[in-house]
Every structure is written in structure tokens, then in C-alpha cells.
């Protein structure tokens, strides 16, 4: 049984931010990069092995053949929740979310 998933607003704008980011020079590799990150999340929903997160009590999963992570948390025993979706090379503290992405 999966996980059911839910998205926060800052995860959904930073999705369509990296998409949009990419379409702008190859809308085949935006699509490309869509198609891995909604197989990551599938994944994740059946099942969450991420490594623990820079913020705590949350998850990390790299996103194969891309510069992407998925932060998530899990919800309960039957949610997850997307929280961002960051480039591997943002300023990243511990501890911290990157410098413009929300909470």
C-alpha cells in the first residue's frame, strides 16, 4: 500500500520553477527531468528511503540523473509530504532550508 502524498505550495512553486527553468532552453529535458521527479515521488510514496534530512525531522532523496532533491517528511503512518524541491547546488546550511525557499 503506498503513501498517500501531499504537496506544499513551496514544493508545487519550486517544481514549476526547475521545470520552467529548464523548458526555457529544452522542453524535451524539462520533460525528462518531470518524468524522474514524478517516478521519485511514486517511489518514495511505496517507499520512503530517503536519508534524514538538514532540517530536523525531515527526509532527503537525490532524484537519479538530475541536480534535484526532494526534502519530505512523513505524516503520520500513511502521508507523505513534499516539502521542497531544491538544486543539489543551493546554499544549503544545516539546519535550514535554502536562503529563498519557504518553510
Known sequence: MSLKVIWAISALDEYDAQL?????DSEAA??????????AVRMLAEMPIGRPGRVFGTYEKYVRKT?????????????????????????????????????
Open 67 to 103: 541536480s534535484l532533491i526532494i526534502a519530505y517528511e512523513l505524516v503520520g503512518e500513511d502521508t507523505l509530504g513534499i516539502l521542497h524541491i531544491i538544486h543539489a547546488k543551493r546554499n544549503w546550511p544545516e539546519g535550514q532550508w535554502p536562503e529563498d525557499a519557504d518553510d
Open 20 to 24: 520552467a527553468h529548464l523548458a526555457a
Open 30 to 39: 524539462a520533460r525528462l527531468v518531470m518524468e524522474r521527479l514524478d517516478s
